[in-house]
């Protein structure tokens, strides 16, 4: 108990700068992590069954981003040549330079909340946080 108490805890203490920095760059969570994943792929545009799998979460959730994300110009909709019903979702230059940034942001605060931690204890909690997830998810 006093393992997952003490997670509850960090996460909620952490929340409010990790959520302050994609405010300042005009995201919430959600959005932040369409345009980080959109970033990391090594392809032009994805399809949106793409991207809902690889965010775990519903196509309805995803097309509320996407929608939000498209009017703020951050990504563009794009005709799939093999399917012309379809389209596929990809950063716009305006996107990239969002996400970008805020990425940057992030990371700089990541670093200062982890700040009191050595190299090898990060390392440690790290991999042992890995092997809890595997066995919670495993046993769900």
């Known amino acids: 108990m006093e ?9 909620m203490l952490s929340r409010a700068p990790i959520e302050a920095v994609f405010e300042r760059h005009g995201l ?18 994805v399809r949106p069954t793409e991207l809902y799998q690889d965010l775990m979460i519903s196509s309805g959730g995803l097309t509320d981003r996407l929608r939000r994300l498209e009017e703020a110009g951050m990504i563009e909709r794009i005709s799939c ?34 700040s009191s931690l050595t190299s090898d204890q990060k390392a440690e909690l790290a991999d042992l946080l890995a092997q809890l997830l595997v066995s919670i998810e495993g046993a769900n």
């Open 3 to 11: 393992i997952l108490a003490r997670a509850r805890r960090l996460t």
């Open 28 to 45: 919430d969570t959600g959005e932040f992590d369409v345009l980080a994943t959109l970033r990391r792929t090594d392809k032009p545009s």
């Open 81 to 114: 040549a093999e399917d012309k019903r379809s389209k596929r979702v990809g950063l716009t230059v305006r996107g990239r330079s969002v996400i970008d940034a805020a990425f940057a942001e992030d990371m700089e605060v990541e670093r200062a909340l982890l």
